[in-house]
């Protein structure tokens, strides 16, 4: 069974930094697109940031270009969130999303979400 574990998020002041990262673990065989995700109090969740397969192209919402990278270690398995000069409007839960191919599966790629971690950036 795949699981993502998420890690990093917070407390911290506007203008302050934090690197959130995710693990997948458990049957893994490929790991196609990466995301990252948020969803603030009474907000929809949101698309933040997205990695193809391979590093080659990443995307970012508006809001957090030129702010947030994001990055992936296929040795490791590992998504990571690059946050810096953080405002009070990044405050959210934060989910990493895996498009995985699992040994039991290899030919179909299943998604997959973090359990979230709280990102809270005070003014």
């Known amino acids: 069974q795949v699981q993502l574990v998420e890690s990093g998020g917070g407390l911290v002041q506007a203008g302050g930094s934090l690197r959130l990262a995710c693990t997948a673990s458990?049957?893994?065989?490929?790991?196609?697109?990466m995301a990252w995700y948020r969803q603030a109090p009474g907000k929809q969740r949101e698309l933040v940031a997205a990695?193809?397969?391979?590093?080659?192209?990443?995307n970012y919402a508006d809001s957090v270009k030129g702010r947030f990278t994001i990055s992936r270690d296929d040795a490791k398995n590992t998504l990571f969130l690059q946050m810096n000069n953080l405002k009070p409007e990044d405050t959210a839960v934060y989910y990493c999303n895996f498009g995985v191919a699992t040994r039991q599966a290899p030919s179909i790629i299943q998604n997959y979400w973090g359990q979230g971690t709280q990102v809270t950036v005070s003014s």
């Open positions: 458990g049957g893994i065989l490929e790991i196609n697109g």
């Open positions: 990695i193809s397969s391979g590093g080659t192209t990443t």
